[in-house]
Structures are given as C-alpha cells and as structure tokens.
C-alpha cells in the first residue's frame, strides 16, 4: 500500500487549502482513506476518514464543519477541503488508511501511514 499526499502550504487565517491523497495497492470499497495531523510538541490527532465506496465519513471534533473528505469517483483518490482555516489547524497533515471504518480511524491507529504534508496557517 502506498499513500501520496500533496497539496499543504501557507496560508492565512481565514483561508482554504485542498489536500489530495492517492493511494495505490488499497481498494476494498468499505475500507477507509483519511487524514491525520501532528502539531509540534503535540499527539497526533484524528482529522477525517471516508470510505473508498463513499458512503461513509467520520470528522474530528475540532474541524467538523469546516472541513470535508471525500473521494473522487472510480479512482483510489482522497481530498480533503479545508475551509476556515485557523493557526491551530497547523501541523503535519498525513494521509492514512485501514480496512476498517473511518468511525474505527477515529480511535484506532491506521496501518497505512503516507509521507506528511505541512499546513501553516499565520498571518
């Protein structure tokens, strides 16, 4: 399995990025493609899951409504849209994926862990 993320940046309080995640050798339909973060200094966090079929998605607290997973049609690839973005919300974003839910990503830690891409949010 193989999990590429792309798409962080800087960008000023207030503002959207889009992550992008491909992954390559995973394509159980109910398995779940999500996204966790590392903050310096802090434990890594929950962000948000959805499974390949897309009929289910899970979000951490601290970015539910803000933030939407989803997965593009036909294809292994997962975005994660960023809106409002806030100085908390920087970190090391990493793409993840698991055979189980994205409501068990919540609270499991994923096998598959891909190369991080940063987000800084700062004006």
């Known amino acids: 399995v193989q999990l590429q993320a792309s798409g962080g940046g800087l960008v000023q309080p207030g503002g959207s990025l889009r992550l992008s995640c491909v992954a390559s050798?995973?394509?159980?339909?109910?398995?779940?493609i999500g996204w966790f973060r590392q903050a310096s200094g802090k434990e890594r966090e929950f962000v948000a899951a959805?499974?390949?079929?897309?009929?289910?998605?899970d979000y951490g607290a601290a970015v539910k409504g803000r933030f939407t997973v989803s997965r593009e049609n036909g294809k292994n690839t997962v975005y994660l849209q960023m809106n409002d973005l806030r100085p908390e919300d920087t970190a090391v974003y990493y793409c993840?994926?698991?055979?189980?839910?994205?409501?068990?990503?919540?609270?499991?830690?994923?096998?598959?862990w891909g190369q991080g891409t940063q987000v800084t949010v700062s004006s």
């Open positions: 993840v994926a698991d055979t189980y839910t994205p409501q068990a990503m919540a609270v499991l830690q994923p096998s598959y």
């Open positions: 959805v499974t390949l079929s897309g009929a289910s998605t």
């Open positions: 050798g995973f394509s159980v339909d109910d398995s779940a």
